[in-house]
């Protein structure tokens, strides 16, 4: 009687990550206090372009900007809050918020300043990670785009908070105040999250013929050769 033994090569299951990528942005935004600007707070219009509409990473599409003009007598400022994030059903393993600005100041030798900041805590307390200072007319940077790695962080408890200020002139009637504006290109998380499955172990038959590989999942015996399914213990047999 022919035998012909089945020796299974079953090495342990591998368990295969593939890396994915999730952007995601705010929904909302709207005005608020900032003490890292200072002065008297003035309502800024809504700029729902700096996040509607956009898809994969950043910056792209629309941007739109925060302009403010002091007093002669009194320094003020605009800002804007951006919270209230797209959902996902996905965890991450690494988060990053990105913010990409650009800041401008005005009017002679006043000038103003700009700033941006994030928080993980729902508004409760405050990173900075951008400031420029313009005392001056013409006075620009350059586009940055900032980025702060806050891995761990709830999406809804993420928000992000920029300002201009416009510095007041020297007190009197009449005289002339600064600008500031702060241009903001783009506002989106990054999030990087596993795929996991896993690897079909092979199973090998030896024998006269040539040796033949099944792939199966574990999870599921009836997708195994009907012979491996009735064998005994030590390695799974016919005669």
């Known amino acids: 009687m022919k035998r012909i033994i089945a020796a299974l090569a079953l090495s342990a299951a591998t368990l295969c990550i593939a890396q994915s990528t999730e952007?995601?942005?705010?929904?909302?935004?709207?005005?608020?206090?900032?003490?890292?600007?200072?002065?008297?707070?003035?309502?800024?219009?809504?700029?729902?372009?700096?996040?509607?509409?956009?898809?994969?990473?950043?910056?792209?599409?629309s941007s739109a900007l925060i302009d403010t003009m002091g007093a002669y007598n009194s320094q003020k400022y605009k800002a804007r809050l951006f919270s209230t994030w797209q959902s996902t059903s996905n965890t991450y393993g690494a988060l990053t918020i990105n913010v990409s600005v650009q800041c401008s100041t005005f009017?002679?030798?006043?000038?103003?300043?700009?700033?941006?900041?994030?928080?993980?805590?729902?508004?409760?307390?405050?990173?900075?990670f951008y400031s420029y200072n313009g005392n001056g007319s013409g006075n620009s940077d350059?586009?940055?785009?900032?980025?702060?790695?806050?891995?761990?962080?709830?999406?809804?408890?993420?928000?992000?908070?920029?300002?201009?200020?416009?510095?007041?002139g020297d007190g009197t009637s009449g005289d002339g105040q600064g600008e500031a504006q702060i241009t903001i290109y783009d506002i989106w998380t990054t999030g990087t999250y596993g795929v996991g499955g896993i690897a079909h172990p092979g199973v090998q038959v030896i024998g006269k013929q040539q040796p033949r590989t099944w792939?199966?999942?574990l999870s599921?015996?009836?997708?195994?050769?009907?012979?491996?399914?009735?064998?005994?213990?030590?390695?799974?047999h016919v005669q």
């Open 107 to 128: 009017s002679d030798s006043y000038g103003g300043k700009c700033a941006a900041g994030y928080s993980t805590n729902g508004g409760t307390s405050w990173t900075n």
């Open 142 to 168: 350059t586009q940055h785009t900032l980025t702060a790695t806050i891995t761990g962080t709830a999406l809804s408890s993420i928000q992000i908070r920029v300002c201009s200020i416009g510095y007041s």
């Open 215 to 217: 792939l199966f999942h």
């Open 23 to 61: 952007y995601l942005r705010p929904t909302a935004d709207a005005t608020t206090t900032d003490a890292d600007c200072g002065g008297s707070n003035v309502a800024s219009a809504i700029m729902s372009t700096v996040y509607t509409s956009k898809s994969g990473t950043g910056p792209t599409g």
């Open 220 to 236: 599921d015996p009836a997708r195994l050769p009907s012979f491996l399914t009735a064998g005994v213990v030590g390695g799974p």
